[in-house]
């Protein structure tokens, strides 16, 4: 179970750094914390699904549950995690096609533009 939801959970950290995009990519000429707290939250439940997985995993090993709803609700919480942080980066995706569509002019910038690359959604439907 727990290499299970390990292995879950490096997919969808794998997603968001190293995998190969899903083509949309959105340029920004301004900063925005939106997205970022939106990056950062949905890496946040990546990491919560780990703890999860790790924990979930300890606490079949200690109980040593004779039915299997115990291992089957720490998998559901795992996925629960990793859909939720697909949820969020879509709606951080629909964000950064909002910022990106008002349009610039490269003078205008107030930092180097910066490329959003939107990820896979592997693990949201």
């Known amino acids: 179970m727990v290499a299970v939801g390990l292995l879950l959970s490096a997919g969808a950290f794998y997603e968001r750094f190293d995998a190969p995009r899903s083509g949309r990519e959105y340029l920004f000429c301004h900063a925005s914390e939106a997205v970022d707290h939106v990056t950062f939250t949905a890496l946040a439940l990546v990491l919560a699904a780990v703890v999860a997985a790790v924990v979930g995993g300890i606490v079949v090993w200690r109980s040593k549950p004779r039915n299997a709803v ?7 919480v795992v996925v629960a995690l990793l ?43």
């Not at 115990?70 to 559901?76: G, K, Q, T, Y």
């Not at 909002?98 to 693990?123: L, N, S």
């Open 83 to 125: 859909m939720a942080a697909d949820g969020v980066d879509a709606h951080g995706e629909g964000r950064a096609a909002e910022i990106a569509a008002q349009g610039f002019t490269e003078a205008g910038c107030d930092y180097t533009p910066q490329v959003y690359d939107a990820t896979p959604g592997w693990f949201y439907w």
């Open 70 to 76: 115990l291992p089957l609700c720490c998998m559901a």
